[in-house]
C-alpha cells in the first residue's frame, strides 16, 4: 500500500517530467568519452558536468566533496583493476552526503558519468550529444549508459525533497569516471571510506533488479615459428633447421581457447543460475611479416570472462595452453609465452539481501514484477559489494542500445525507473 507521502512523489515524478527530460538532455551535452588506453580526459566537458551536478545537489543541501584521482595511490590488489600508470586527472570525482535524520538506514546512489566512444558516427541518425527526442525516446552516447540513469537517481531524491519529506537514512550520492575502463573512479571512493547499508547503481537493466556480474581477465598469447623463404619446396624438419609457420602452430592454441570454453559450459563449478559459464576467446590476432616468408610469430590478445566464483581464470588458461603445446614437438621446444593483462573480479550478493526485498516491494506498488537478473560483464558495482562490502543492486532503463549507434532512453520507462528508485529510497531509508 502506498502512504499519501509515497502516492505524492509518485505525482511529482509524473509532473516533472519535463525537467527530467531536460536534465538528461544537458547530460548528455557534456561529451565526456572515456579516454582509451594510453590517453588522458581533454576538453573540459568531464569537469563541466560534475560542476553541473556539484551545484544541483549543493542546491539540494548535500555536503559535498569533489577531487580527481591519483591512480598511482589507489590500493591495488589483485582483481582490483587498478592502473597506477593512468591519467583520471581532468576527470572529477564527486561525492554529494545528506545526513537523514538519523534513525533510517543509509544508501549510497552511484553513477558513472563516463561514455564510450561514439563508434562509426555514419550509423547514427542522431546526434550523439544533442539528446535528440523522437518517438518518446532520448537518443544520445550515455542516454541508457547511464547518465538516464544519474538523471533518475538525482530526480528521485529532488521529488522526494520537493514533497516535503525528511528521510531517516542518510543518502550519499557519487558521479564517478572510468566505470568503462577500470572502475577506478567507484573503487576510489571506497577506498576514501564512503560506506551505506546498501547501494543502488542505475545501470540499464530493463526495470530488472541486477545482483550478480561476471569478472573479467585478459592476456596476450605469443606463438613462435621459424622464418624461412615460403617458396622454398618441402621444408626439412624443424629440428635439423627447417622453417616453422606461427601461424598454422597458432591455430592449435586458438583449438585449445574453443576447448577449454567447451568444457566449462558444462563443467559443474562453471554453472551460475544467472550468469554465464567462463570463456576464453582470442579477440585480436597478428601475425606475420612478410608475404613470403614463414610466419615467426602470431600474437593472440584473449578475452576470458568468469562467474564471480572463479576468481582468476588465469591458471587454468596457462595450463590448458601449455599441455596443449606439450603435445607438439616443435612448441615443447619453443613454448608459446602467455602474459596477464589484468584481470577484475566479478560479484553477487545474496538473493535475500533486504535491499532487494525493499526494490522488489517498491516495484510492486507499481504494477512492475522485476526479476533478479545477472550481467555478463562487470559494472561499478564489483568494488561497492568486493571492497566496501555493500550490498548493491542495479534497477534502470532497457539496455539494448548501450555502447551501440543510435543509443537512447525511453521516457516511459525512465519515469518508471525513477518511480522505482524514489520508492526504494523511502521505504530503505525511511521517512517522516
Ligand atoms: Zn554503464
Not at 589483485?78 to 570525482?93: A, F, H, Q, T, Y
Not at 588458461?317 to 596477464?340: G, N, R, Y
Request: charged share 25%.
Amino acid at each position: 500500500m502506498l502512504s499519501e507521502k509515497e502516492r505524492k512523489v509518485l505525482q511529482l515524478i509524473d509532473e516533472n517530467k519535463e525537467k527530467l527530460i531536460e536534465y538528461l538532455r544537458k547530460l548528455i551535452s557534456f561529451k565526456t568519452v572515456t579516454p582509451a588506453s594510453g590517453g588522458k580526459a581533454e576538453g573540459d566537458d568531464y569537469k563541466k558536468l560534475q560542476e553541473f551536478v556539484y551545484k544541483t545537489l549543493e542546491e539540494m543541501g548535500f555536503t559535498l566533496d569533489m577531487w580527481e584521482i591519483d591512480s598511482s595511490t589507489l590500493e591495488n590488489f589483485p582483481g582490483s583493476g587498478v592502473e597506477p600508470e593512468r591519467d583520471l586527472s581532468n576527470m572529477p570525482v564527486v561525492v554529494g552526503e545528506l545526513k537523514g535524520q538519523g534513525k533510517g538506514k543509509s544508501l549510497i546512489l552511484n553513477g558513472h558519468y563516463d561514455v564510450v566512444p561514439v563508434g562509426v558516427i555514419e550509423n547514427w541518425s542522431h546526434d550523439p550529444f544533442k539528446g535528440e527526442i523522437e518517438d518518446n525516446k532520448i537518443f544520445g552516447r550515455g542516454a541508457c549508459d547511464m547518465k538516464g540513469g544519474i538523471a533518475t537517481m538525482i530526480e528521485a531524491v529532488k521529488l522526494i525533497q520537493k514533497a516535503g519529506i525528511k528521510l531517516d537514512g542518510d543518502i550519499t550520492v557519487q558521479t564517478v569516471p572510468e566505470e568503462e575502463m577500470s572502475c577506478m573512479g567507484t573503487l576510489a571512493c571506497c577506498q576514501k571510506g564512503y560506506k551505506a547499508d546498501a547501494a543502488i547503481i542505475p545501470e540499464p537493466t530493463d526495470l530488472d533488479v541486477l545482483i550478480a556480474m561476471r569478472g573479467n581477465a585478459g592476456g596476450k598469447l605469443t606463438v613462435f615459428g621459424r622464418a624461412g623463404h615460403a617458396d622454398e619446396g618441402v621444408q626439412p624438419h624443424w629440428s635439423v633447421g627447417g622453417a616453422v609457420n606461427a601461424i598454422s602452430k597458432s591455430v592449435k592454441m586458438i583449438q585449445a581457447f574453443e576447448e577449454l570454453t567447451e568444457e566449462w559450459r558444462t563443467r559443474p563449478d562453471k554453472q551460475h543460475k544467472l550468469l554465464n559459464p567462463d570463456m576464453v576467446m582470442p579477440t585480436v590476432i597478428r601475425g606475420g611479416e612478410w608475404a613470403v616468408t614463414y610466419p615467426e610469430k602470431v600474437e593472440i590478445a584473449f578475452n576470458a570472462p568468469f562467474i564471480p566464483g572463479t576468481v582468476n581464470p588465469g591458471k587454468e588458461i596457462e595450463e590448458k595452453i601449455m599441455s596443449v603445446a606439450a603435445t607438439d614437438s616443435w612448441m615443447k621446444e619453443h613454448p608459446p609465452k602467455i602474459e596477464s593483462s589484468g584481470w577484475m573480479y566479478g560479484a553477487e550478493i545474496d538473493e535475500n539481501e533486504p535491499i532487494i526485498k525493499a526494490a522488489i516491494e517498491a516495484s510492486r506498488e507499481l504494477g512492475i514484477e522485476p526479476k533478479l537478473t545477472g550481467m555478463d560483464s562487470l559494472t561499478d558495482a564489483i568494488h561497492l559489494i568486493n571492497y566496501s562490502k555493500i550490498p548493491t543492486i542495479s534497477i534502470g532503463v532497457d539496455i539494448s542500445t548501450a555502447h551501440k549507434a543510435d543509443e537512447f532512453a525511453d521516457i516511459g520507462q525512465l519515469i518508471k525507473a525513477t518511480k522505482m528508485i524514489a520508492l526504494t529510497i523511502l521505504r530503505w531509508c525511511g521517512y517522516s
